[in-house]
Structure formats: C-alpha cells, structure tokens
C-alpha cells in the first residue's frame, strides 16, 4: 500500500512551547490530508480535515488557534499544538486520502507521541 | 457518517478462528465497510474493505449480508501477533471523504 509518514515519532516539549508535526504522503498526491488525536486506552479522535491550499475544516470542541494545520503541498500537511499544554499530551496521527485511482482506502501515518512537560 | 457498534473487547487462543462483527444500521446506499487493525503507538493499519457478499484477502474475510446493516470479520487462525484493537469504518469511496469516524473498536487478545 501506500505510505504516509510522520515525523517526528516523538518529541517532548516544555509547557508554553509550540510544537510542529509533520505529516507526508511519500509515493502519492493527497488533496485531503486529516488529524486525529488519540488518548490512551482510546479511540482516534477527528481533529481536523486539511485541505490542499485552503484553511483547514475542524471538528466542533477543536480550538483552530492552538491546532494550526498548513496544507502547502500535495504531500505535506503540518500540525502546529501553539502554547502546549500538559493535557495537549496525546498521540496525533494524520491519514491521506490517495483519491481517485489504485488505492480505495485511506492511509496512516505511523503517529506522533506528545509529552508536554 | 454511518454510526458503528462492535464489542469492546474478546479474548482468542492461538490457532482459532475469530470473527468480529460490526453493526452499522444506518449504513448509507454509497457506503462501503473498511476494517482497520491498530497496535499500541502505531497508527491504523488496512486489513480489508468491502461493499458486500464476501471479500477475501491473504490476512482476512469480510462478510456482509444482502442488507449491509452488518458485517463480520474474520480472521483465521489468529497467532499472538494479532493482538490488537481492529476498528469497523463506513464511508463513501469518493475522492476526499475518507473522513473516518471510528468507533470504540474491538480490543482483541489472543491468548497462548
């Protein structure tokens, strides 16, 4: 299948501090790119679509200020937590959506473990 | 987005055949049901998707009957390695809607 890859896989930050997620899909152009955030022992959580050269639709609760996404190109869409928080801790993961073509599902990036201290 | 129900969790012994089966009665005429598998700080992995009758692939089986209101997930013969939480998804195929929503999963533990 194809590949979405996330980096970094974890990064510790301190309290105050904005932490950048980078989301790339490596062997295809992906228009629709989406964050999810995942707590322990829970299911993913939606955050946000990110959408090739447009804002970024969130889903209701998410605040847009402190979840910055930038979709700049066809294979990288970022996530920017602004003024991290401890409770911002969590597992972010993004998927790609291939379109249109061989591939009918969606794809996974490998997520991205955040520890605010 | 159609809502769907699974178990939360079950337990399996090596060597078993385990089905999983998800509910999902507002299933919409487009739909199709996508199985993920998901292991510990790793991000959902695609196991099988279908839209209905029966599909088949080197890991799985999904069935689904003629009114899509659920499907089962098969697999055969599990070994530890397939300890994992496997979520039903349903959706459209289109081009820019793979907008998941996923449910609470199933917690699978297979056991020695």
């Known amino acids: 299948g194809a590949v979405v890859s996330q980096h970094p896989s974890r990064v510790i930050c301190k309290s105050g501090t904005s932490v950048k997620i980078e989301c790339r899909s490596l062997?295809?152009?992906?228009?629709?790119m989406f964050w999810y955030r995942q707590f322990p022992k829970q299911s993913l959580m939606l955050m946000a679509t990110?959408?090739?050269?447009?804002?970024?639709?969130?889903e209701q609760g998410v605040e847009k200020d402190k979840f910055l996404i930038n979709h700049a190109s066809l294979t990288l869409s970022t996530l920017t937590v602004t003024s991290a928080h401890p409770e911002d801790s969590s597992f972010y993961i993004c998927?790609?959506?291939?379109?249109?073509?061989?591939?009918?599902?969606?794809?996974f990036g490998q997520g991205t473990r955040l520890t605010v201290v | 987005l159609a809502k769907t129900t699974q178990p939360i969790s079950m337990d399996s012994y090596e060597g078993q055949e385990v089905n999983i089966t998800c509910s999902h009665n507002?299933?919409?005429?487009?739909?199709?049901i996508t199985w993920y598998q998901q292991f510990p700080s790793q991000g959902p992995r695609f196991i099988i998707q279908?839209?209905?009758t029966k599909v088949t692939n080197e890991v799985a089986s999904l069935f689904i009957p003629a009114d899509r209101k659920s499907s089962t997930l098969s697999l055969p013969r599990v070994s530890l390695s397939d300890t994992a939480v496997y979520y039903c998804?349903?959706?459209?195929?289109?081009?820019?809607?793979?907008?998941?929503?996923f449910g609470t999963g199933t917690r699978l533990k297979v056991l020695a």
């Open positions: 998927s790609a959506d291939p379109g249109q073509g061989f591939y009918t599902e969606a794809f």
């Open positions: 062997d295809f152009q992906a228009t629709t």
């Open positions: 990110s959408n090739e050269g447009s804002k970024a639709t969130y």
């Open positions: 507002n299933i919409a005429t487009n739909d199709y």
């Open positions: 279908g839209y209905k």
């Open positions: 998804l349903v959706g459209p195929r289109d081009s820019g809607t793979y907008k998941y929503i």
